[in-house]
């Protein structure tokens, strides 16, 4: 027979929110395993002792921690899931009859706490991870990613010339002389000029800036064209946990943020005993930034690309004593000059020399009739050279590629850091501390998971060895009905009581 459900409302209820929500549920996690009541301590000193009571700090944190869990990036319509989702209101401590706040506190609290907060936050839940042994302390992951911004390249507009002298230079078809930001790299490291140095002031991603996001830069990628981005920078150890995060206009080079990683880094885990990065982490600067700390390089070295089928330059022997590279045909090529804005030094073989040799096809191509070969003058690169080189080195290396290469997948993918959510380079830092932590946090669950998973694996083992070992103390003791029986001083021995094994 057919059924038809019919609805009445009742007035009242009796209903316990708290069993209304899986145990399961990913909020129910990590309601066990956090505690946010830091929170009112970090931010006690930004409220009156008199007055009405503002709204709980707590349930503002949990309330936002719920839109970067479940990618919710609209915090009206935050406010709008809360009030509808079960598991949301339990969470934030909002009953069934409770309004819950309006969404116009996010903006007030982010003007309010400003960065501070929010990267307080994540470094108690990185601490958390800590104190549950989750966090490998030996080294570091570091990456960047291209961040789209919260506006239009329409928006862009000339910020350094007038109107009227840009206008004069599109007429006379006169191009803005090359001024770069900062010197060539001599070999004093300076935090402030990493990653800003032999910039052309006139490119026009500094040129240029948007009346909408102003701290946004123009960044180009081939089949995707230009936009208005930011770039994310981030560490994490072996295991996938964020250790450090870090935002910036996206003109900036990736290694202008590695001081501020590494210091963040250091003030929770201590200096790193190594860092593994991509290549355009090489730099010289980089790399002496890194090794005047004792920190180890798995980085790989800049090197030229070699045609297929064509000698590189790691076939050619480099001779230390005569500073000369000796070919695979054991001709030398001498050196013949430096580049010294480049740091580079050229080494040049003999025309003569190529020209009578037999295997020049598989070293010169096209017209030429010598090859050259060069290396930057410099210890640091050697030494990140011989450490990336090595088994340990490669591996972490690859490593790298897999463990945080996934995490920004998981980002943009799950937690909406495909586009920023705010204007201006302060409030994108806070959204790029809480994807970090919301991604922490759903690493801690998963993990402990895992963590529960074997101890119950361990103690059905360990169960059943034990009652393996307490049915052969018991057939022992009793006898075996076999030839055994004709054993009488192992069977029958007075000594035997109960069993050895039992706990």
């Known amino acids: 027979m057919q059924g038809k459900k019919e609805f009445s409302q009742r007035i009242y209820y009796n209903i316990n929110l708290d069993s209304l929500i899986p145990e399961d549920h990913l909020l129910k996690r990590l309601d066990k395993l956090v505690s946010f009541d830091f ?85 108690q839940i990185l601490i ?90 123009l960044h180009y990628r081939p089949g995707q064209g230009s936009n208005l981005s930011y770039k994310a920078h981030v560490a994490t150890d072996t295991n996938g946990i964020i250790t450090a995060v870090s935002a ?54 800049e090197t030229k690309i070699n045609k297929p089928g064509f000698f590189s330059r790691e076939n050619f022997t480099y001779d230390k004593k005569r500073d000369c590279y000796i070919c695979p045909n054991g001709k030398v090529l001498k050196r013949k000059a430096k580049n010294y804005t480049h740091n580079r030094i050229a080494y040049k073989s003999n025309k003569k020399d190529c ?39 490669r591996a972490l290396y690859k490593l790298r590629s897999t ?30 501390l809480m994807t970090a932590t919301a991604l922490n946090l759903k690493k801690m669950a998963r993990m402990l998971d895992v963590y529960d998973i074997k101890d119950r694996i361990a103690n059905d083992f360990t169960d059943f060895v034990q009652a393996v070992k307490d049915v052969l103390w018991n057939l022992i003791k009793g006898g075996f009905p076999s030839a055994l029986n004709n054993r009488p001083n192992l069977l029958q021995s007075p000594k035997l009581g109960p069993s050895p094994w039992s706990v």
């Open 39 to 123: 929170v009112r301590d970090i931010t006690k000193d930004y409220y009156s002792h008199t007055g009405k009571p503002s709204i709980d700090p707590v349930v503002l944190v949990k309330m936002l921690l719920v839109g970067y869990l479940f990618d919710i990036r609209s915090e009206r319509k935050l406010v709008e899931e809360i009030s509808l989702n079960l598991a949301y209101r339990w969470y934030i401590g909002y009953d069934l009859d409770e309004v819950v706040p309006n969404h116009s506190i996010f903006s007030k609290a982010r003007i309010r706490f400003g960065k501070k907060l929010f990267l307080d936050i994540f470094e």
């Open 248 to 301: 910036s206009p996206s003109s900036l080079h990736d290694i202008g943020a590695v001081p501020s990683l590494i210091e963040s880094h250091e003030k929770i885990l201590g200096v790193p005993g190594w860092v593994a990065a991509d290549t355009k982490y090489g730099s010289e600067e980089c790399l002496k930034y890194l090794q005047d700390k004792k920190i180890k390089t798995a980085i790989k070295p």
């Open 128 to 217: 958390k991870c800590i104190e549950l042994g989750m966090v490998s302390k030996e080294g570091m992951l570091i990456d960047s990613t291209i961040v789209k911004a919260d506006a239009s390249i329409q928006s862009l507009m000339e910020v350094n010339i007038s109107p009227e002298q840009y206008w004069k230079q599109l007429n006379k078809g006169q191009k803005p002389k090359k001024i770069l930001a900062g010197d060539f790299f001599t070999g004093e490291v300076d935090k402030n000029k990493m990653g800003k140095r032999r910039r052309d002031v006139n490119r026009v991603s500094l040129r240029k800036k948007s009346t909408t996001d102003p701290d946004a830069t």
């Open 403 to 432: 463990v945080i290469e996934g995490i920004f997948g998981q980002a943009k993918t799950y937690h909406g850091m495909s586009k920023a959510r705010f204007r201006g380079l302060v409030k994108v830092e806070i959204h790029f």
């Open 355 to 393: 020209n009578q040799c037999p295997i020049n096809e598989k070293c010169i191509s096209g017209k030429g009739n010598f090859r050259t070969i060069s290396h930057y003058d410099s210890p640091c690169y050697s030494k990140a050279r011989g450490w990336y080189y090595s088994g340990y080195g």
